[in-house]
């Protein structure tokens, strides 16, 4: 049997976002232009295999993605992992996308502290049979992702940052601004609704 051609490349961006901010959208801005995608599919993350604290609900994670990714071309926000039981792992993600998509190329989308840990990830070697790795550089780290257990590995220029999910909470517990941390509407989204006045 002949091998499909390949028609499109389709990115793979997951995480908690909660809450999403301008680091998360820089990333997917970078992807979208590094890699020549068609689409970028974006999957807030359902129950969190390795976060010990709990998430915020999940329709609220949903709400603040769409609104920190509204605008861009390509995007796609996706709630697949927030209607999937269990715990949320990216391989199950990638094989359901690999069989409904199977023309396309994927690539997986993830910054440099996540790829310090990649390899605890689950099943990242099958992982890796699936997709390409995308990892966004900051200049000083620039080149250090070159194992060669990965394969080919897409590199994304980024900015240095330290903007974290972690600050924005603790900043919003202590009624310090947000709205030069998050894309557009999402400072506003989280003020409505309260959030994380009283959990981190």
Same mark, same amino acid.
């Given at each position: 049997?002949?091998?499909?051609?390949?028609?499109?490349?389709?990115?793979?961006?997951?995480?908690?976002?909660?809450?999403?901010? $301008?680091?998360?959208?820089?990333?997917a801005e970078s992807a979208l232009r590094d890699l020549?995608?068609?689409? $970028?599919?974006?999957?807030p993350t359902g129950?969190?295999?390795?976060?010990?604290?709990?998430?915020s609900p999940a329709a609220d994670r949903l709400a603040m993605t769409h609104l920190a990714f509204a605008h861009l071309p390509g995007v796609v926000v996706d709630d697949?992992?927030?209607?999937?039981?269990?715990?949320?792992?990216?391989?199950?993600?990638?094989?359901?996308?690999?069989?409904?998509?199977?023309?396309?190329?994927?690539? $997986?989308?993830?910054?440099?502290?996540?790829?310090?840990?990649?390899?605890?990830?689950?099943?990242?070697?099958d992982i890796l049979q699936l997709a390409t790795l995308a990892v966004a550089e900051r200049e000083p780290t620039a080149g250090q992702w070159h194992n060669p257990a990965w394969g080919t590995i897409e590199h994304l220029r980024m900015p240095l940052s330290d903007l974290s999910a972690t600050?924005?909470?603790?900043?919003?517990?202590?009624?310090l601004p947000i709205d030069t941390l998050v894309?557009?509407?999402?400072?506003?989204?989280?003020?409505?609704?309260?959030?994380y006045a009283d959990h981190s």
């Open positions: 049997m002949r091998p499909q051609a390949v028609t499109e490349r389709i990115g793979v961006m997951g995480g908690a976002f909660d809450p999403p901010h $301008l680091a998360h959208r820089a990333l020549g995608l068609s689409e $970028l599919r974006i999957f129950q969190a295999w390795h976060k010990s604290t709990g998430l697949a992992e927030l209607r999937r039981p269990g715990p949320t792992y990216t391989l199950d993600t990638l094989q359901a996308l690999g069989q409904a998509r199977p023309q396309a190329r994927l690539f $997986l989308v993830i910054g440099a502290d996540q790829a310090r840990s990649f390899e605890r990830w689950h099943g990242w070697q600050e924005i909470r603790h900043r919003c517990r202590s009624g894309p557009p509407g999402v400072g506003d989204y989280i003020a409505q609704h309260g959030l």
